[in-house]
């Protein structure tokens, strides 16, 4: 089976991690070949240019700059990670991808989405994802989990109002290609959002056998 591109969208505390984990398991025990990456980053390059929009600063990055960074970001991670894999038949998972964009520099900082879908254009060609697996849950809850964790980066440390538009921008674009995403309820225990995981790669890679 021809390798194809998969990745995993959430907001704050939505349980990515735990569900990276888990599919590189499953693809594991099907011997498929699985490259796990995550964007920003993916490439030393881009891990760099990761490290300097995470980064909390005293100057205030102009949202253009922010968007421009994460397209920076993208192109070489496209040119030496993800296509060179899909070449080679390997399936790839990513930690985030372009939709993240359109949901935090759209949604979130209120950039036009039709120049996002531009710069998408210029630095993917038609590359999409095949699937795209939402962890869907509400604002409150998702901050209430991160909050235990030890300190906030940049993004992290926006208002509660940034998050509730990230996750409205997220959700207009699953309704809007219904065909490629899969929405999970990740207000659910750890377990139960794994087991949601699962039945849309099972039931996923039945279509696709
Ligand atoms: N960004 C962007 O702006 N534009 C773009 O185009 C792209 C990205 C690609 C870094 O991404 C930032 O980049 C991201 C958007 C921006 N900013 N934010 N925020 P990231 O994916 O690396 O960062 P992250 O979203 O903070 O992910 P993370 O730190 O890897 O989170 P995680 O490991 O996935 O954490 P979590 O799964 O959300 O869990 C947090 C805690 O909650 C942890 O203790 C868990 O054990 C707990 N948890 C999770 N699920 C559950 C359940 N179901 N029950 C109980 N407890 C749970």
Redesign the pocket.
């Known amino acids: 089976m021809k390798g194809r591109f998969i990745t995993l969208e959430?907001?704050?505390?939505?349980?990515?991690?735990?569900c990276l984990e888990f599919i590189a398991s499953y693809f594991s025990r099907r011997q498929l070949p699985l490259l796990v990456t995550?964007?920003?980053g993916g490439t030393p390059l881009a891990e760099e240019i990761?490290h300097l929009?995470?980064q909390k600063r005293n100057e205030q990055v102009a949202p253009d700059t922010?968007l421009l960074l994460?397209f920076a970001a993208?192109a070489q991670h496209l040119e030496h990670t993800i296509l060179p894999a899909l070449r080679r038949g390997e399936w790839v998972l990513s930690?985030?991808?372009?939709d993240?964009?359109y949901?935090?520099?759209g949604g979130?900082r209120g950039l036009s989405m039709q120049r996002i879908s531009e710069l998408e254009r210029m630095v993917q060609g038609t590359l999409r994802p095949d699937l795209t697996l939402l962890l869907d849950l509400p604002v409150e809850q998702?901050l209430a989990?991160?909050d235990?964790?030890a300190e906030r980066?940049r993004?992290?440390s926006e208002q509660h109002a940034f998050f509730e538009r990230v996750r409205a921008a997220y959700r207009e674009r699953s309704l809007a290609e219904p065909e490629r995403f899969r929405v999970i309820d990740?207000?659910?225990?750890?377990p139960?959002?794994v087991q949601g995981v699962q039945t849309v790669l099972d039931e996923w890679l039945e279509q696709g056998l």
């Open positions: 959430g907001g704050e505390g939505a349980g990515k991690s735990t995550r964007e920003p990761r929009l995470l922010e994460v993208r930690d985030r991808f372009t993240a964009t949901a935090y520099q979130g998702g989990r991160a235990a964790r980066d993004f992290e990740a207000s659910r225990t750890l139960e959002v």
